[in-house]
């Protein structure tokens, strides 16, 4: 089985991928953490991809494509996408890709959350230094203040977490992500989910969803 989670930054995705893809077996591929990991070990790519993810800015599609083939080349598990595709390019790209490998995209999840709540939701955002588990600091903040409850390492904010940034990254999914929702509205594998729920019940409702899936 193939996913695709799709929403604005803030939506619940990566929460969401790492519960499911440990409830359903499948290889979690986020392509911003792809991306921040070779930033932290600071290879050439880290340093190719540094300035647009700052700025709030799209990875150039020729460049997320070619981190993803040669990352999936090997494996063999079902796939659940967070963050990609962000373009109408880039599911091209995936559908010939897949195409080309007798595979396909079994369904599409809209994590559905008003534009409004996005930038308190990223605000509040932390991610665990050590396991990157993701809290808020509002609607479900750690026991302890800033200290991961799965692994005790400290707490932080993503870089382009920042006020400024987060104006540009909603632009740029209205402007750039948005028109996917069409790309895929008419394929038959699109599933609307309320991402404005608890982390736990969005989680419920997907796994009740995807559970007819073979
Ligand atoms: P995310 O963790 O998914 O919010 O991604 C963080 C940043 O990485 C984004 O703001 C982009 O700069 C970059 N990025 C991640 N995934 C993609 C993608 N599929 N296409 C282009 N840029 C991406």
């Known amino acids: 089985m193939n996913i695709i989670l799709l929403g604005y930054p803030g939506s619940g995705k990566g929460t969401q991928a790492k519960v499911l893809s440990r409830k359903l077996g499948l290889f979690h591929v986020s392509t911003g953490d792809i991306f921040r990991e070779e930033l932290g070990r600071k290879t050439p790519l880290g340093e190719e991809v540094a300035g647009y993810i700052s700025a709030g800015r799209l990875v150039p599609d020729k460049l997320v494509m070619e981190v993803l083939k040669s990352r ?25 890709w897949f195409g080309s490998r007798g595979q396909a995209i079994d369904a599409v999840i809209f994590l559905d959350v008003p534009e409004s709540d996005v930038a308190s939701r990223l605000g509040a955002r932390r991610t665990c230094t050590g396991c990157g588990k993701i809290y808020n600091t509002i609607t479900n903040p750690p026991a302890k203040e800033n200290v991961c409850d799965a692994c005790g390492k400290p707490l932080m904010t993503r870089d382009d977490d920042k006020p400024e940034v987060i104006a540009r990254r909603i632009q740029v999914y209205n402007d750039q992500t948005e028109p996917l929702l069409a790309y895929y509205r008419s394929s038959g594998i699109f599933h609307r989910a309320d991402g404005s729920k608890a982390p736990d019940a969005v989680a419920e409702e997907l796994v009740a969803m995807l559970s007819g899936k073979p």
Do not use: I, M, N
Not at 73 to 87: I, M, Q, Y
């Open 72 to 96: 999936l080349s090997t494996e063999t598990r079902g796939l659940l996408f967070d963050g990609f595709p962000r373009t109408v390019e880039q599911a091209e790209a995936l559908d010939a």
